[in-house]
């Protein structure tokens, strides 16, 4: 069974840019969700997004936003980059049910320059 | 709100000892727990995880923790470390009433001393 796939896993971008992050959930698992790994805050959950809907939202700002495909796929997209953005954005995928465990991607490591 | 507390932040150990990582969370309610480990350049993976039942709970490599419900922790345990478990280990919750939102620990990086 395939893992959790996330593209690109390196990105520099400028500030002001916007950017988009891939995520591919393991076979049958209808939740992903999003979260922002720093040194300085640690690992904060951004939203999850369970059958194409928004189910849950973290305390970020609303430049960053996400969507889900009915494949189950989903993207993250930070527009108008700041420096504090750089950081490893992590994907997660589970079944989504109350009793279920989330697999991780490797992640994307965004740069904003 | 809901937060988790990981007590240490650096450990070190040397090999064969044993190692006790605590974890508490700051809610009363319905909650999931969970354990993770991030070796060196590698992602984020299940060591173990509680739903309910057993409060003692195996996970792989070893691992194993112990849920209090009255103390609100969820501590992990290996009778005897190995160089190879160095990484960095995170304790997570869900906190049932707020939805499937896992809440990290800031972590805590364990060495092990060859």
């Known amino acids: 069974k395939a893992g959790v796939t996330q593209t690109p896993r390196y990105l520099i971008k400028t500030r002001g840019q916007q950017v988009t992050l891939s995520c591919s959930p393991i076979?049958?698992?209808?939740?992903v969700s999003w979260y922002q790994q720093t040194p300085g805050q640690g690992l904060q959950f951004l939203f999850e997004?369970?059958?194409?809907?928004?189910?849950n939202k973290g305390n970020f700002p609303g430049r960053f936003s996400g969507r889900q495909f009915s494949n189950s796929r989903s993207e993250m997209n930070v527009s108008t980059l700041e420096l504090g953005d750089s950081a490893l954005y992590l994907c997660?995928?589970?079944?989504?049910?109350?009793?279920?465990?989330?697999?991780f991607g490797q992640g994307t490591r965004l740069t904003v320059v | 709100a809901q937060s988790v507390s990981q007590h240490n932040h650096h450990v070190i150990l040397s090999e064969a000892a044993s190692l006790e990582l605590g974890c508490n969370y700051s809610?009363?309610?319905?909650?999931?727990l969970f354990w993770y480990v991030q070796y060196p350049g590698q992602h984020l993976q299940l060591l173990l995880k509680?739903?309910?039942?057993?409060?003692l709970v195996k996970g792989i490599k070893g691992f194993e923790a112990e849920f209090i419900k009255s103390k609100f922790s969820f501590n992990l345990r290996k009778p005897s470390v190995q160089w190879s478990d160095t990484a960095e280990y995170f304790c997570?919750?869900?906190?049932?009433?707020?939805?499937?939102?896992?809440?990290f620990g800031a972590g805590t990086i364990l060495r092990v001393k060859s």
């Open positions: 997004y369970f059958s194409e809907t928004q189910r």
């Open positions: 509680y739903f309910s039942g057993d409060p």
């Open positions: 997570a919750v869900i906190f049932l009433e707020y939805g499937n939102k896992l809440v």
């Open positions: 076979s049958g698992h209808r939740s």
């Open positions: 809610y009363g309610g319905t909650v999931n």
């Open positions: 997660a995928s589970s079944s989504g049910d109350t009793v279920s465990e989330a697999f």
